[in-house]
């Protein structure tokens, strides 16, 4: 008798929009979503529901979020929508793991006052230009991460998600969802679930710069056979030229 494949298969949704405080890159900030955002989350949930109803899946019962309000709140209020679609009960698991990039002791002060501070530190020869956006620099500060660093934290968290017995997706499939069939909502920050696709196999290093996530709607990636991820549903955003680069 052959063993059924085991599969993780994974929503990776970035927050909806929120208050976010004007030139303060830190991702720690504790702010709300805005209305916009809390519409975003509920079309982001309808999104969610055509793609299972189009692929034979089902969403998984528990949704996995970031501990930060923003991506709380985004969850809250997709489980609240797909609850009353389908008539099932949907919880909510938040988790530090799925934090965006932390600048330690700078976190929530402004471009500025970062700027300030490293500059009187004369343990450090200067802040590149990139420091924001480089993948690879973490802030000489105590609690500090890199973006590659936060990309691999949350890497480790989709890694470690359970798998179901089910088949790969297919691109029209004709049967309807089994038990098995399901796809688990992972909701977090943009650069954090960026870099952690491409430590998956599933983006290029070059392709992390080049694209954004939409709002509160889903890209899904796949694993099968163990440690072989793939993009099967769901499109990034292509960031613009010259769009600032935010979490």
């Given at each position: 008798?052959?063993?059924?494949?085991?599969?993780?298969?994974?929503?990776?949704?970035?927050?909806?929009?929120?208050?976010?405080?004007?030139?303060?890159?830190?991702?720690?900030?504790?702010?709300?979503?805005?209305?916009?955002?809390e519409r975003q989350a509920r079309e982001g949930a309808e999104e969610v529901l055509t793609l299972c109803q189009a692929h034979g899946w089902q969403p998984a019962s528990t949704v996995h979020a970031s501990s930060l309000l923003r991506a709380w709140q985004t969850a809250q209020v997709m489980n609240e929508v797909m609850g009353d679609r389908t008539e099932r009960e949907f919880s909510?698991?938040?988790?530090?793991?799925?934090?965006?990039?932390?600048l330690g002791s700078a976190a929530n002060l402004t471009t500025a006052q970062i700027a300030e501070a490293v500059r009187?530190?004369?343990?450090?020869?200067?802040?590149?230009?990139?420091?924001?956006?480089?993948?690879?620099f973490r802030l000489p500060l105590p609690g500090a991460e890199s973006l590659m660093q936060a990309g691999q934290r949350v890497a480790d968290f989709i890694a470690s998600l359970p798998a179901s017995s089910t088949t790969p997706s297919v691109s029209a499939p004709t049967s309807p969802p089994t038990s098995g069939a399901t796809l688990t909502l992972v909701v977090g920050h943009g650069a954090a679930l960026r870099h952690a696709?491409?430590?998956?196999?599933?983006?290029?290093?070059?392709?992390?710069?080049?694209?954004?996530?939409?709002?509160a709607r889903p890209v899904v990636i796949e694993e099968t056979p163990p440690g072989s991820w793939r993009h099967v549903a769901g499109e990034w955003k292509v960031r613009q030229r010259h769009e600032p680069a935010q979490d």
């Open positions: 008798m052959t063993d059924e494949p085991t599969i993780r298969r994974v929503a990776l949704i970035r927050h909806a929009d929120y208050h976010q405080q004007i030139d303060t890159p830190s991702a720690l900030q504790p702010f709300p979503l805005t209305r916009r955002g909510l698991m938040a988790h530090d793991a799925l934090w965006e990039r932390s009187h530190d004369p343990r450090v020869d200067f802040l590149p230009a990139d420091w924001k956006s480089n993948s690879h696709a491409h430590l998956l196999g599933v983006l290029d290093f070059d392709q992390i710069a080049g694209l954004s996530m939409h709002h």
